[in-house]
C-alpha cells in the first residue's frame, strides 16, 4: 500500500518548456487535488477532481492544466513553464482526510 | 471564497512548555477543520482533525478547539518535544466540495 505517489521529485525547465507531473493513489479515494506551495504562503489549490471524469479550478489555476486519467490518477501539466510557477508542487488524495503526496520540485529558469 | 488566517507565523517554545495556535476562518458553511504538520523537506501530514458539531477534540499531548460563533479554531501542544518543531497548516472546508482553504503556516521552534 503505497498511498499517494508522486513523478517526478525534482525538475528542471526552461521557460517556455512543457512538463506533466504524475499522481497515482491506492486507496480507492473519489477526490484528488494539485497543490502548490511557496515560501510564506501556505498550500493552495491548484485544480481538484471531485470524482473519476470531473475536474474543477481551484484558487490559482491558470497556467495549468489537469486530466483525472482513472479513479487512481491524476495528472498536472503546464503547457508553456514561466518561472512564476517555480513551486513544490502536491497532490493529494480524500475527501476529508486528505493524503499527501512525496511532492515535486520544479525549478523553471 | 474561504480565507484562513494563521498567528503566530513563528513560535519559539522552552521543551515541555505549551504551544499554542490560532487560525481564525471567514465563510461560515465550513464545517471541517484539520491540521497539519509538515517536517523540512516532508509532505503535509494529519495530526488531527475536528468538525463543526464538536467543541474540542484531544489526542494524547494535542488538542483542537473551535468556536463556531467567533469563526475560530486553535491547536494545543503540551509538553512540548524536540521532535514536535516543525511547520504547522490550519485548514477549513465545507461539506460539500471537501476543498481544503490552508492557513500561511506557523513555524515552531522546541527549544532544548
Known amino acids: 500500500n503505497a498511498g499517494v505517489t508522486q513523478t517526478p521529485k525534482f525538475q528542471v525547465l526552461k521557460t517556455g518548456q512543457s512538463m506533466t507531473l504524475q499522481c497515482a493513489q491506492d486507496m480507492n479515494h473519489n477526490s484528488m487535488y494539485w497543490y502548490r506551495q511557496d515560501p510564506g504562503m501556505g498550500l493552495r489549490l491548484i485544480y481538484y477532481?471531485?470524482?473519476?471524469?470531473?475536474?474543477d479550478k481551484g484558487e490559482v489555476p491558470n497556467g495549468y492544466n489537469v486530466s483525472r486519467l482513472n479513479k487512481r490518477e491524476f495528472s498536472l501539466r503546464l503547457e508553456s513553464a514561466a518561472p512564476s510557477q517555480t513551486s513544490v508542487y502536491f497532490c493529494a488524495s480524500g475527501p476529508y482526510e486528505q493524503y499527501f503526496g512525496p511532492g515535486t520540485r520544479l525549478t523553471v529558469t | 471564497g474561504e480565507n484562513v488566517e494563521q498567528h503566530p507565523s513563528t513560535l519559539s517554545v522552552q521543551e515541555g512548555d505549551s504551544a499554542v495556535i490560532k487560525c481564525t476562518y471567514s465563510d461560515s458553511a465550513s464545517n471541517y477543520f484539520p491540521w497539519y504538520k509538515q517536517e523540512l523537506g516532508k509532505r503535509p501530514q494529519l495530526i488531527i482533525d475536528i468538525r463543526s458539531n464538536v467543541g474540542e477534540k484531544k489526542d494524547q499531548r494535542i488538542a483542537v478547539t473551535l468556536n463556531k460563533t467567533a469563526k475560530h479554531f486553535s491547536l494545543h501542544i503540551t509538553e512540548t518535544q524536540p521532535e514536535d518543531s516543525a511547520v504547522y497548516f490550519c485548514a477549513a472546508s465545507r461539506s460539500n466540495d471537501y476543498k481544503l482553504s490552508f492557513g500561511a503556516g506557523t513555524t515552531v521552534t522546541v527549544r532544548a
Open positions: 477532481s471531485a470524482s473519476e471524469g470531473t475536474t
